[in-house]
């Protein structure tokens, strides 16, 4: 396996983490502040974090640097949108379950693009789908259907649009210039749909969500983001999707240090299924031990 493979992969991996414990502090920001305006003042935060990267690197920016992070920014704002709203009509559990499927969208939509992928990421996605069904078990699964249900079906559609949309994009583009363009598109979009739906904010309301805010906004957003979108130029789409599933099963150990919350055998099968998944998927096919063998 090429050393910048491996260094992507830890790369997603740290993502995953920081993305893990961003659940806590999403859980943490909904008591004070409604949901849309957090999504808008996050990507704003993000968005901020990299101004620099526009108004000041020498390097000149690609041609397709707006229109992709435009691109990006669609994907991923309709994704969590939907998600929020779909949560208002769905359980915790399955949002989780149903989100997790851009996990199997992404190898399926490849067939179409003519991006298509090999046996380890088809057997790496249907077991992320699987650990992720165990994983967000919450006695609520046993039925699919209603309102919620299919907006969570929709959101992994655009999240799985947004990895592929990275992945076309970001090798031609500057990470930091990218990422900047995708988080103030997902801004302007979260603003308007929070103005839409009719939600207030307060500068008390700010300030009370401080903490979450500048975790979800600086760190997961700003940071974590902008690294997906640099290690995502040395894997595959699908690959990097399967990585960073393991967000959940990071939210599941952050949970359980932070917050003392407790999870049943089927949720810590599913955590062992995720990591399996994520390390199939780095196992080198015979086209890649092939190459490796060449270059010794």
């Not at 990470?175 to 603003?191: D, E, K, R």
Request: aromatic letters at 12%.
């Amino acid at each position: 396996m090429k050393k910048s493979t491996i260094a992507a992969t830890l790369a997603l991996i740290l993502t995953a983490v920081i993305w893990g414990l961003s659940y806590s502090a999403q859980a943490e920001a909904m008591k004070t502040m409604s949901p849309l305006f957090f999504v808008f003042l996050r990507y704003l935060l993000g968005s901020i974090m990299l101004l620099p990267a526009i108004f000041f690197m020498r390097k000149k920016p690609d041609k397709n640097l707006i229109p992709g992070g435009i691109a990006c920014g669609f994907c991923l704002a309709g994704g969590e949108i939907l998600q929020q709203f779909g949560l208002l009509y769905t359980s915790a559990g399955k949002a989780g379950f149903l989100t997790a499927l851009y996990v199997i969208m992404i190898p399926v939509i490849g067939v179409f693009i003519k991006k298509r992928s090999n046996w380890k990421i088809w057997c790496a996605s249907l077991l992320s789908v699987a650990g992720s069904y165990l994983l967000c078990s919450d006695g609520t699964l046993n039925s699919f259907g209603n309102t919620g249900d299919a907006l969570m079906i929709l959101c992994a559609l655009f999240f799985a649009f947004q990895f592929i949309a990275i992945a076309k994009f970001a090798p031609r583009a500057d990470a930091l210039q990218l990422a900047a363009v995708q988080f103030f598109t997902v801004a302007v979009i979260s603003g308007i749909a929070a103005l839409a739906a009719g939600e207030q904010t307060s500068w008390q309301s700010i300030v009370a969500t401080t903490k979450p805010l500048l975790y979800c906004g600086l760190i997961a957003i700003g940071f974590a983001c902008t690294v997906q979108i640099a290690a995502q130029k040395y894997v595959h789409p699908a690959t990097a999707s399967i990585v960073l599933s393991t967000a959940s099963v990071f939210a599941v150990i952050w949970g359980w240090l932070l917050l003392g919350e407790r999870y049943s055998f089927a949720n810590l099968t599913g955590c062992a299924i995720l990591f399996a998944a994520v390390l199939l998927v780095q196992l080198p096919s015979k086209e890649e031990k092939a190459t490796s063998a060449v270059q010794e």
